[in-house]
């Protein structure tokens, strides 16, 4: 991304228009917009300031960033690693570096709403659930700020009869176990026709049965702990609406 950002910088062009006035023409030229507010969320705790963060630079925008409050150990690590890359660009006799480019706040829902009412910010990209965006969308218009806003998913895949089922079963099984399920980008449904199904439910069964659960630090586990206990008990509400509709749970 910071490669990408780079290249970009050479692209923030303006047209030329002609004009019927003798010895004139209009130029359109690019300002910075002001400082961008990032909101993030927990399960791409990095990533997503890495994207914003990286063009609102290179267009002349301070950043302002509230990260998760269950994922705030990695919000200020990269902060470090930030200020430690100015001081190592000044010390190198590239120029200054202005003062609080990069801003990090800690806390709840609470300051991501003081962060998006805030008249002085006029971009704010958040990411999170559909119910976070309901909130966040109407209050940036009611002031005419600028949203960028990356919401919860939905995915589902899609498995005909013609499907290579080796293929489709690592591919399954890496987007619904990835991140213990728990991102935007996770397969949440599987559409299969009724010719293979039968053959490919149960090589799903023994995939889950055999994947290891635990700490994600130690070689080998393939899933890891769910964000917390709410996240905990959200998925046991789901099985059970699952078996009060007839599902079989495997």
């Known amino acids: 991304i910071c490669d990408f950002a780079v290249g970009l910088s050479r692209q923030l062009y303006g047209l030329t228009i002609a004009t019927e006035r003798p010895s004139h023409r209009m130029m359109e030229t690019w300002h910075p917009l002001g400082p961008v507010g990032v909101i993030t969320a927990?399960?791409?705790?990095?990533?997503?300031w890495s994207w914003n963060a990286a063009l609102a630079f290179v267009c002349g925008n301070p950043v302002i960033w509230k990260p998760s409050e269950k994922t705030p150990l990695t919000a200020l690590a990269v902060g470090a690693i930030f200020n430690r890359t100015v001081q190592r660009y000044e010390e190198a006799g590239n120029g200054k570096v202005p003062d609080g480019l990069s801003q990090i706040i800690i806390g709840g829902g609470d300051v991501g709403a003081a962060l998006v009412g805030d008249h002085r910010v006029p971009?704010?990209?958040?990411?999170?659930?559909?119910?976070?965006?309901?909130?966040?969308?109407?209050?940036?218009?009611e002031r005419f700020a600028r949203a960028i806003l990356e919401l919860g998913g939905n995915n589902a895949a899609i498995i005909t009869p013609s499907a290579d089922l080796d293929l489709a079963l690592r591919g399954i099984a890496f987007?619904?176990?990835?991140t213990a399920g728990q991102r935007c980008t996770t397969l949440r449904r599987l559409i299969v026709h009724r010719s293979v199904i039968g053959d490919l439910v149960p090589r799903l069964a023994k995939v889950w049965g055999t994947a290891k659960i635990g700490d994600?630090?130690?070689a080998g586990t393939l899933i890891g702990p769910l964000i917390d206990e709410g996240a905990f008990q959200g998925m046991e509400s789901a099985l059970a609406e699952a078996r009060a509709a007839g599902a079989t749970v495997h």
Not at 175 to 178: L, N, S
């Open 123 to 141: 971009l704010v990209s958040a990411t999170g659930s559909t119910a976070m965006g309901k909130k966040v969308g109407p209050r940036l218009a």
């Open 175 to 178: 987007a619904a176990m990835g």
């Open 42 to 48: 927990f399960n791409f705790p990095v990533a997503v």
């Open 216 to 218: 994600p630090r130690v």
